[in-house]
């Protein structure tokens, strides 16, 4: 996985709460099994004014030309909440976002986003406020993200810290394959199960016919 | 100090502590579905990996198939096909059980694991599915996650998880009349805001939680995860191990004994303390329903939607007038009354047997309102075929529902079938975004019995007026 040290970018405003990936990718654009294809579904129904034929809603924040090329997201609280779809991170992805700032993540799209080489930045509200302020006066709208200090530098030299868990920190840095780590401790986790089933064995019954 | 359920479950699957602070949770079952399942597998296939134990995973076909009558795996989803297939070579090739279209068993994978017996106290269980906290209801610490995690499961059996924070919500009292699991789950997320789980493991506690059914704990868990919690539980007990005797994967009867001692361990120890609790009052929670484009946007039937101008900020106030106007409301309109154009009972919130029981009690001898049109899909094909063997289909029938064949349906659209643009639907799903389940449409969440009074009503309904 393509590993995250720092990025510096144009950073365009979707500031409302409660953001959903039903929004982010709706079901409609999962179109095939596959973690591409999805960029221009990516906010399918807020971006186009006609989603089937693909005309632009000259509207949204995305088809602005002051926003054209971003690469950052300035998104409200609980920013990827609802359906799980990893989907909603390949899309983001795919059109080019490599970080979200906001004050918080769904769960499930946090984790999604860690493991696609995408920077979720949580930054207090406050601190959030101030930077959407100075992003929305400034005549350019860049924004530099700093993963090594966990920085977030925007226009009128605002300085935010943002936080993430160290494991996360560490996967993006390094651009870690999770799975070629873990796979290194199956020793440790067959000897696990080997006391654990046994224990349980009724959590393990499997290949039980249809009636 | 004493150890939570939570705690109890997750200290058990701990394999090892990580150097960063996470933990390595061995996970007991892997469940999966056409939508996000068939990409996890199919991607660790790509790697030259194997699938650690396929006899732990099962998958089902639930999301993307159709569920008239007849379905094929020729779906109205325009790509649904490639869906299907590619689930069944990724399953065969990894020797992974999969319950397919016309498997006898079939239904909405969290309908159904719980129904098989997969759903047990003390199990760890992994979904690429949101919803997957519902199986929290047997006691279970069932989660979440996305493609990537469930592709990591697959391969190792665990997954490097940091330790939520635990919260318990208590209910206390006993729910009036027409009042439900949905209700409650609906009024707490209406007062405490769709992120007020974040970070939590939450646990639902109190009488009026032991007072409900099994099915009706699965309503209640369903809609953790609209509570931004990492997931929901509730104690097994006594009515958890009866729902449980007999189904295939549950304990045989010669492991019955020792399982279920082993599940009565499975409770919090009376020194244990929670880092956060809600209580809330059975007494003060009506019939409920959403009027916007969030779970956190309900109010009681009575109620009235809010008016913008009275929101703390500016974002606040846009968001509101936004869903609003997505909703063609103004504000301090009352939800009685409104007229819909459709009613939908489904999904893996409210589609066991127990709640075609509630609607089919209020459609019994009543006919749907001319002009709407009225859906029912059963959770799963054994749901169906207990519902129509008590008769419940019948009655959805000459009501003027239509019958269908399981699956997630028109809980979401994914290019299928949809509700016409712009309507407006009562619907027992438990999501209300915007364009969710179809262009323009408008969602409104409520238990079956009020999405079945509001069908005969031909407008929103409080199901309380109705005579019993």
């Known amino acids: 996985m393509e590993s995250f040290v720092s990025h510096s970018g144009i950073a365009a405003p979707l500031l409302q709460a409660n953001i959903d990936t039903d929004a982010i990718i709706p079901s409609r654009e999962m179109k095939s099994v596959s973690k591409t294809g999805l960029a221009a579904g990516l906010f399918a129904n807020w971006r186009y004014t006609d989603v089937d034929r693909r005309i632009d809603n000259p509207d949204f924040v995305l088809n602005q030309p002051r926003y054209r090329g971003a690469t950052i997201l300035l998104a409200g609280a609980n920013f990827g909440c609802g359906s799980s779809r990893e989907h909603a991170v390949w899309a983001l992805r795919e059109f080019g976002f490599r970080c979200i700032v906001a004050p918080s993540f769904g769960a499930i799209f946090r984790g999604n986003c860690i493991r696609n080489g995408v920077l979720p930045a949580t930054v207090d509200e406050a601190g959030f406020d101030t930077l959407a302020a100075a992003i929305d006066r400034s005549p350019k709208p860049d924004l530099a993200v700093d993963l090594v200090r966990c920085l977030v530098s925007g226009p009128q030299g605002i300085v935010l810290p943002f936080t993430l868990p160290a494991e996360d920190r560490d996967m993006l840095l390094e651009g870690l394959d999770e799975i070629g780590v873990t796979l290194k401790r199956m020793t440790q986790i067959e000897a696990f199960e080997a006391l654990h089933k046994p224990r349980r064995p009724w959590l393990f019954r499997s290949r039980v016919a249809a009636s | 100090m004493g150890e939570t359920l939570f705690d109890k479950i997750w200290n058990r699957h701990a394999v090892t502590e990580l150097a960063d602070g996470s933990t390595l949770i061995y996970v007991d079952r892997i469940l999966l579905h056409e939508r996000t399942g068939a990409i996890a597998v199919k991607s660790l296939l790509e790697a030259g990996r194997q699938v650690h134990a396929p006899d732990q995973a099962l998958a089902v076909i639930d999301h993307i198939v159709d569920t008239f009558p007849g379905r094929t795996d020729k779906t109205l989803m325009p790509g649904g096909t490639e869906f299907i297939r590619e689930t069944r070579s990724a399953t065969r090739l990894a020797g992974i059980e999969l319950l397919d279209i016309d498997d006898a068993r079939q239904g909405i994978v969290h309908v159904v694991s719980p129904e098989l017996g997969i759903a047990q106290p003390g199990a760890t269980i992994i979904c690429p599915d949101s919803h997957t906290c519902t199986q929290g209801a047997l006691g279970a610490l069932a989660w979440g996650v996305g493609s990537s995690e469930c592709e990591h499961a697959l391969a190792t059996q665990t997954l490097a998880v940091r330790k939520p924070r635990a919260l318990r919500v208590l209910f206390e009292g006993e729910l009036g009349y027409g009042v439900t699991a949905k209700d409650m789950i609906l009024h707490l997320i209406s007062t405490h805001g769709a992120s007020g789980g974040a970070g939590f493991a939450v646990e639902f506690a109190g009488e009026t939680v032991s007072a409900l059914s099994v099915e009706?704990?699965?309503?209640?868990?369903?809609?953790?995860?609209?509570?931004?919690?990492?997931?929901?539980?509730?104690?097994?007990?006594?009515?958890?191990?009866?729902?449980?005797?007999?189904?295939?994967?549950?304990?045989?009867?010669?492991?019955?004994?020792?399982?279920?001692?082993?599940?009565?361990?499975?409770?919090?120890?009376?020194?244990?303390?929670?880092?956060?609790?809600?209580?809330?009052?059975?007494?003060?929670?009506?019939?409920?329903?959403?009027?916007?484009?969030?779970?956190?946007?309900?109010?009681?039937?009575?109620?009235?939607?809010?008016?913008?101008?009275?929101?703390?900020?500016?974002?606040?106030?846009?968001?509101?007038?936004?869903?609003?106007?997505?909703?063609?409301?103004?504000?301090?309109?009352?939800?009685?009354?409104?007229?819909?154009?459709?009613?939908?009972?489904?999904?893996?919130?409210?589609?066991?047997?127990?709640?075609?029981?509630?609607?089919?009690?209020?459609?019994?001898?009543?006919?749907?309102?001319?002009?709407?049109?009225?859906?029912?899909?059963?959770?799963?094909?054994?749901?169906?075929?207990?519902?129509?063997?008590?008769?419940?289909?019948?009655?959805?029938?000459?009501?003027?529902?239509?019958?269908?064949?399981?699956?997630?349906?028109?809980?979401?659209?994914?290019?299928?079938?949809?509700?016409?643009?712009?309507?407006?639907?009562?619907?027992?799903?438990?999501?209300?975004?915007?364009?969710?389940?179809?262009?323009?449409?408008?969602?409104?969440?409520?238990?079956?019995?009020?999405?079945?009074?509001?069908?005969?009503?031909?407008?929103?309904?409080?199901?309380?007026?109705?005579?019993?």
Not at chain 2, 218 to 232: D, I, P
Not at chain 2, 297 to 323: E, K, M, N, W, Y
Not at chain 2, 440 to 455: D, E, F, Q
């Open chain 2, 216 to 468: 009706a704990r699965m309503t209640l868990c369903n809609m953790a995860v609209e509570f931004a919690a990492w997931t929901g539980l509730c104690a097994p007990d006594e009515k958890v191990f009866d729902y449980l005797v007999g189904r295939p994967y549950a304990p045989d009867a010669s492991q019955w004994e020792a399982a279920v001692a082993d599940w009565r361990s499975l409770r919090n120890d009376d020194d244990a303390a929670f880092d956060h609790e809600i209580h809330i009052d059975a007494a003060a929670i009506a019939p409920t329903i959403t009027w916007g484009t969030s779970p956190q946007h309900a109010t009681a039937i009575s109620g009235r939607t809010p008016d913008p101008a009275a929101a703390a900020d500016p974002v606040a106030r846009q968001t509101l007038a936004r869903a609003l106007d997505y909703m063609g409301l103004v504000p301090g309109q009352a939800l009685e009354g409104l007229p819909i154009d459709a009613a939908f009972i489904g999904s893996c919130t409210n589609s066991r047997v127990s709640d075609l029981r509630a609607a089919a009690d209020v459609l019994r001898g009543r006919r749907v309102a001319e002009g709407v049109r009225a859906v029912c899909v059963p959770g799963s094909t054994p749901v169906k075929i207990a519902a129509e063997a008590e008769g419940l289909d019948a009655v959805f029938r000459a009501a003027g529902f239509e019958w269908r064949e399981s699956g997630c349906s028109m809980c979401f659209f994914a290019g299928g079938e949809h509700f016409a643009a712009q309507s407006r639907v009562a619907t027992t799903t438990n999501r209300n975004f915007e364009n969710r389940q179809g262009p323009g449409v408008r969602s409104h969440l409520a238990s079956p019995a009020t999405v079945a009074a509001s069908a005969i009503a031909g407008q929103i309904a409080d199901v309380r007026k109705l005579a019993r």
